[in-house]
């Protein structure tokens, strides 16, 4: 599922900021192809949480991978992909998560939370990672995550879930 490169505009993105200087814009200042890249800045909460979201048409709710790649900037707290599908009687939430505080790459599912390693990824912005996570819609089973050249067997871990009766609609979030 190609969703974007930043380089026409951000307009395809809501961003959700907190905190005074909070914000989400395209920069030119580090990029992994072409000349722009979406930035995140975290506002003066601790608590502060930052992310774009995005909606898409439902797409067949089978086998479905989303990619992207992300730079470590200084006092980064979490990276986070979330998928977020719906179908009009279940809401489902696919949600891989990297702290790099503490270097933990963790996976929320069904029975909670599980951590999947502990990393050591290159910090600065001009550095980028990126990651993979693909899940079945149609079992509501993760299949696998793959962050660099380390790919994650999760296929035992389900998908969150519960009762939802509100447009059958796909939401992903980067955080």
């Known amino acids: 599922v190609w969703l974007d490169n930043f380089e026409d505009n951000a307009n395809k993105w809501t961003a959700f900021t907190t905190g005074v200087g909070g914000s989400f814009a395209l920069s030119a200042a580090a990029c992994l192809n072409g000349g722009k890249s979406g930035l995140l800045t975290t506002g003066d909460t601790a608590s502060g949480t930052n992310y774009i979201t995005r909606h898409l048409n439902i797409p067949v709710l089978t086998r ?11 006092g980064l707290g979490l990276v986070g992909l979330e998928m977020r599908p719906r179908n009009g009687t279940t809401l489902y939430l696919a949600q891989l998560r990297y702290y790099p505080q503490t270097d933990l790459l963790q996976l929320e599912h069904a029975g909670g939370t599980v951590t999947l390693n502990t990393l050591n990824l290159l910090g600065g912005i001009t550095y980028f990672h990126t990651w993979k996570l693909v899940i079945d819609f149609s079992t509501a089973k993760y299949i696998r995550a793959i ?16 009762a939802d009766t509100g447009a059958p609609e796909m939401n992903v979030t980067v955080q």
């Open 147 to 162: 962050l660099g050249n380390k790919e994650y067997d999760i296929s035992a871990y389900s998908l969150k879930a519960s």
């Open 64 to 74: 479905l991978g989303f990619e992207f790649s992300f730079s470590l900037g200084a």
